[in-house]
């Protein structure tokens, strides 16, 4: 099941899945208007995207208005939501899905996941997480 917020968006259901699409989206740049939705959706994750923007929230704003982001901006927010997505498809239901971002984890050296969603390597410490949580491969 795919997020709701990026079926809103008018993405496709496979976005993250096929990476050749995924990578055409991130070069022609992400709409401000997705950022702005991505915070109405989901305002507690505001401060995290504003981490992955390398932004303040006052200045998020700002970001709304672009027909366009950059190729890294665009990247960051994707990758982002893309964990938000991973959660969601484990849960089918938002409000768990966010509640586990923002649960101190023990695999993940007793940090909350959204605290690691500010960096890839971070993002991908949480995708790996999530992917075991879906395959119940915990050791």
């Not at 939501?81 to 984890?105: H, W």
Request: net charge neutral; proline share 4%; charged share 25%.
């Amino acid at each position: 099941m795919q997020m709701p917020l990026m079926m809103n968006a008018g993405y496709p259901a496979n976005l993250f899945s096929d990476k050749t699409r995924y990578l055409s989206v991130i070069r022609a740049g992400i709409s401000g208007a997705l950022v702005k939705e991505t915070v109405k959706t989901l305002p507690h994750q505001r401060d995290v995207i504003c981490k992955a923007l390398r932004t303040t929230s006052g200045n998020l704003s700002r970001l709304y208005q672009r027909k366009q982001l950059s190729t890294q901006q665009s990247e960051e927010v994707l990758d982002v939501l893309d964990v938000y997505s991973r959660a969601f498809e484990l849960y089918e239901d938002m409000e768990l899905a966010q509640e586990l971002l923002e649960t101190r984890i023990p695999a993940l050296n007793n940090q909350k996941p959204n605290d690691l969603l500010d960096t890839f390597v971070g993002r991908s410490m949480v995708k790996e997480l999530l992917n075991k949580m879906k395959w119940g491969e915990f050791t």
